[in-house]
């Protein structure tokens, strides 16, 4: 595993090779059942053949009940089986991919995990964040040592937990948990605009965040992280990045919940600016593109999803020639 990880950090600390993770989430939320069949075979086979990835985020979810539950749940239902987990990786390896493993929190009751939150002072009675974090560390550290079994390159220790983000010394002790059985390479994916709000990337390998930016406002937000990339020197990519088939997704890409017409080309045009955008900025590193399902829509029905998936969409097109492209 340790050659692995350094191959992958001094590639991603070379800017002038260009991005060097040229990846698709693949399989999320990871709903039981549906890994391991031959549909969700075919499914990654197809993505990394018509989107030239080199790389696959494989993502799935924990659950807890609210945003003020102290129990993370993960080894019954929904939730993908290990047994899953591994055919993913393998699967993946199998198809000459690296593998960003990235175990995601979500909450039963619809609650976006950003709002989990905590008093910063323990009161009796109230649920305390050092029990949501030992629940959490317990988790985390679960799926660390089965990628570290099955040679993923890189684990990814949360992901957009806003709220969760100011408890540093947390964070850096789960880190050092996830380090004793994980030899790879670490990341943390920030939510959008909070790059410079996390004050323990000292603790990870590669800096990652969710680049959900709006169309005429990636340069302004690139030059804000390449400050924070600058302070820490690490290496940075974009852990998730995209925007839906729905007009106006161009101009608030991190909108699940956007009401509008279905618009191949919002999605289209909004890839388009960002790559362009990100040309020239040696210390992007990659991106990890949202999202590809484990089980795919029909290409004819990709004219009516107004979603984040790209298979049989016009930006699909855009991908596979950039990502085909770098692969040169």
Request: glycine share 6%.
């Amino acid at each position: 595993m340790e050659p692995a990880r350094t191959d992958h950090l001094a590639a991603a600390e070379a800017p002038a090779t260009g991005p060097d993770i040229r990846a698709m989430t693949w399989g999320f939320p990871g709903t039981r059942g549906e890994w391991g069949t031959p549909a969700a075979a075919e499914s990654m086979r197809l993505m990394t053949q018509r989107l030239h990835t080199n790389t696959t985020c494989i993502a799935f979810c924990g659950w807890q009940d609210t945003a003020f539950s102290t129990e993370v749940r993960f080894a019954d239902a929904p939730t993908v089986t290990d047994d899953e987990v591994v055919w993913a990786i393998r699967e993946a390896k199998s198809l000459g991919q690296r593998v960003i493993l990235k175990p995601i929190l979500n909450v039963t009751d619809g609650t976006w995990r950003a709002h989990i939150n905590f008093f910063d002072v323990d009161v009796p009675c109230e649920p305390t964040w050092s029990q949501w974090f030992a629940s959490y560390t317990a988790f985390i550290v679960h799926y660390a040592a089965l990628a570290e079994a099955e040679g993923a390159e890189v684990f990814c220790v949360g992901c957009e937990m806003v709220q969760a983000d100011r408890r540093a010394d947390e964070w850096r002790a789960l880190v050092a948990a996830v380090r004793e059985v994980y030899s790879g390479a670490v990341t943390y994916n920030c939510d959008k605009y909070q790059e410079s709000n996390v004050m323990w990337w000292d603790a990870v390998d590669v800096i990652s965040s969710s680049g959900y930016y709006p169309i005429d406002d990636w340069e302004a937000q690139l030059d804000r992280i390449e400050a924070v990339v600058a302070r820490e020197g690490k290496p940075f990519l974009f852990l998730e990045v995209g925007a839906m088939s729905t007009e106006g997704s161009q101009h608030l890409p991190n909108s699940w919940a956007l009401e509008g017409a279905v618009s191949q080309e919002a999605q289209r045009d909004w890839y388009e600016a960002m790559f362009a955008a990100c040309d020239g900025r040696g210390w992007v590193g990659g991106w990890v593109l949202w999202d590809w399902k484990a089980a795919l829509h029909t290409r004819e029905a990709a004219d009516a999803d107004p979603e984040y998936a790209l298979y049989g969409k016009l930006a699909e097109r855009v991908v596979a020639k950039r990502y085909a492209r770098d692969t040169g």
